[in-house]
């Protein structure tokens, strides 16, 4: 990573901010300082009186030029084609289908993911359906098996819910001897947050009428896999969608066309794309993927199951490895956090390796399930920094350090790593991962 | 309750009293032939049919072997043998043999989804053959045992008491 210059190439950088009230060692300062000093930047920049004389002379190139029409689908500026997902393959040219990509989730901002850049994780590459042919059955210990066109389902009444889709391999490199040198997003990208929106689950399973010693579903995919979980039923009470829609459109074919299951904070392996049967059985089946995979290490040899739920977590997204400080002075630290717990309750940032901690502003856009996004202002001396983030979600979880969570788990644990993030920075201005 | 909850309750609340959309087709047991390959680890769903390690030689080094060794010992994909004794070291290696806790996923996995290039075109005479093949690869069965929707669920596992179930532990506030 060292020497990468990309996108925009620096953070933005305030001039001057009002009255910065030192918070914790590093340089960070208090949160509520900055938007005002911002305010007062952008009132001073005022257009010097000559302006309007010269305005045909300044006039850029695609004033004097007429843009182009309206087109049927939009795609981001030609400026921004280097913001693109990252992708790998788990066993190279005999199995391309198995693979992923990352979100590059240091080149976005706010909290939603747009759907050209959701991660993807795929077992067996991404089917082509044709929804006129999909159907999705509902069945097993039931009263009344059903069989769902798409266009049925169109039908019923929806729901939408923001939420993160997060895989439970999600941070993997973290895991290894010495700290990868990649940019955030190819080491935390494999999660995302869209809108969902769809049908509540419960709502296909009253008309099925589930009988009483139905106790966990099993989801199963139409991939080449035919990837399938087993769900205990307590999820489809709470909040489990089927969900046809994502930011507003349909699915995207990476992410479950035409309907996916959703389940809310738990990994994304259970929230079956491409759905197309739910069968209601008394035990989990133990199925490939909630046996050899997608279970938890642990040192003594044996192995946790059913760890369904994504633990507390936050990373500083920016500043981060790629990004370059461009000498010292006040810098936005911005970044994400969720829990599959609901609520991110808040979210510490050190800019000193740890020893002392100060409150990140919340942003307004807050929801449980969801991702949160986080501020600070900094003003960096111009020396080495570690910046980390630390969040606590509305169960009082907190995220753990590198350590801990490692002595929790047995060699080669790559499930549920959520472990504080530490950025070193360099007197250069460098950012690069460290532990 | 949650907030979540409460909505599903007045969703589902308001679909009873409009009365609910009704749009499922109903479906006969005829049209789940086929389409529900759900296999339970006592064996529910485990298809008539039967094999031996010895019958699925052949087969396995023509449809397996290029991706996972004659041996199961892997190649360019994952191993499917070995790894005894390893889960507590350093280096664990987590196959078929050294991990799995239950034989049924053995043969539900390689009718859903192997081989890899060409998923769901075995037979279920060659998924028991391959099982039995695979299992016997661990030495978890001798070579002319049979395995069939009776004997995979009675299949003893190395590792099947290797497993704690977190959910059930899980303390529920």
Not at chain 2, 27 to 40: A, R
Not at chain 2, 41 to 61: E, F, H, N, Q, W
Not at chain 2, 101 to 106: C, F, G, I, R
């Amino acid at each position: 990573m060292r020497g990468t210059r990309y996108g925009p190439g620096v953070l933005t950088r305030f001039a001057s901010v009002s009255d910065p009230i030192p918070v914790a060692g590093g340089g960070l300062l208090s949160r509520r300082a900055l938007l005002k000093g911002a305010m007062v930047m952008g009132a001073g920049a005022a257009l010097p009186a000559t302006a309007a004389d010269e305005h045909l002379g300044a006039a850029m190139a695609w004033q004097k030029t007429p843009g182009r029409p309206p087109t049927g689908y939009g795609n981001p500026s030609r400026f921004e084609s280097a913001v693109t997902r990252t992708t790998y393959h788990r066993y190279g040219a005999i199995a391309l289908g198995n693979g992923g990509s990352f979100t590059p989730l240091e080149r976005l901002r706010g909290t939603i993911t747009p759907n050209g850049l959701h991660f993807e994780r795929h077992h067996q590459g991404v089917p082509d359906i044709d929804p006129a042919k999909h159907r999705l059955v509902v069945h097993g210990l039931v009263r009344r098996p059903l069989r769902f066109s798409i266009d049925a389902l169109g039908r019923y009444p929806m729901t939408s819910t923001t939420a993160f889709i997060e895989c439970a391999g999600n941070s993997f490199p973290n895991t290894n001897d010495k700290p990868p040198q990649v940019t955030c997003g190819e080491i935390h990208g494999l999660v995302s947050c869209s809108e969902w929106t769809g049908v509540p689950l419960a709502m296909l399973l009253e008309e099925a009428g589930v009988r009483a010693d139905a106790k966990w579903i099993v989801a199963e995919g139409a991939d080449a896999v035919s990837m399938h979980r087993s769900i205990p039923i307590e999820k489809v009470r709470d909040d489990a969608l089927v969900a046809l829609y994502q930011n507003g459109e349909r699915l995207r074919p990476e992410q479950g066309y035409p309907v996916r299951l959703l389940l809310p904070g738990w990994e994304g392996n259970m929230s079956v794309k491409w759905l197309h049967r739910l069968e209601l059985v008394t035990a989990p089946v133990q199925a490939r993927d909630e046996t050899s995979h997608y279970t938890d290490a642990l040192p003594d040899g044996r192995a946790l199951q059913f760890t369904f739920e994504m633990g507390v977590k936050s990373v500083i997204t920016q500043p981060s490895p790629g990004w370059m400080l461009q000498g010292p002075g006040y810098y936005d630290i911005s970044g994400l956090a969720w829990s599959g717990a609901g609520h991110v309750a808040r979210v510490d940032v050190s800019a000193d390796g740890g020893r002392t901690w100060a409150p990140a502003e919340l942003m307004e856009t807050a929801q449980p399930f969801a991702f949160t996004r986080f501020r600070l202002p900094w003003r960096w001396d111009g020396g080495p920094v570690r910046l980390m983030s630390r969040a606590m979600d509305e169960r009082e979880q907190i995220q753990p350090t590198r350590a801990e969570w490692m002595q929790r788990y047995g060699a080669k644990q790559r499930y549920h790593y959520h472990a504080i993030q530490t950025w070193q920075v360099d007197d250069m201005g460098e950012v690069s991962n460290a532990y | 309750m949650t907030t979540r909850a409460v909505a599903v309750a007045i969703a589902l609340f308001v679909a009873k009293v409009s009365a609910a959309p009704d749009l499922g087709d109903p479906v006969k047991v005829d049209d789940l032939v086929g389409l529900s390959i759900t296999i339970g680890p006592d064996g529910r769903g485990l298809p008539p049919g039967r094999g031996t390690a010895i019958d699925g030689v052949d087969i396995y080094v023509e449809k397996c072997a290029s991706c996972h060794g004659v041996r199961g010992q892997g190649r360019t994909g994952p191993a499917l043998a070995g790894g005894a004794g390893t889960l507590a070291g350093k280096n664990p290696v987590r196959t078929v043999g050294s991990y799995w806790p239950h034989a049924t996923t053995l043969f539900d996995y390689i009718r859903r989804a192997m081989p890899y290039d060409r998923p769901m075109s075995l037979t279920n005479e060659q998924v028991y053959q391959l099982t039995a093949y695979v299992l016997w690869l661990n030495g978890i069965v001798g070579r002319d045992e049979v395995v069939d929707a009776r004997s995979l669920p009675e299949v003893k596992m190395p590792n099947r008491a290797g497993f704690v179930n977190a959910w059930d532990a899980r303390d529920r506030d």
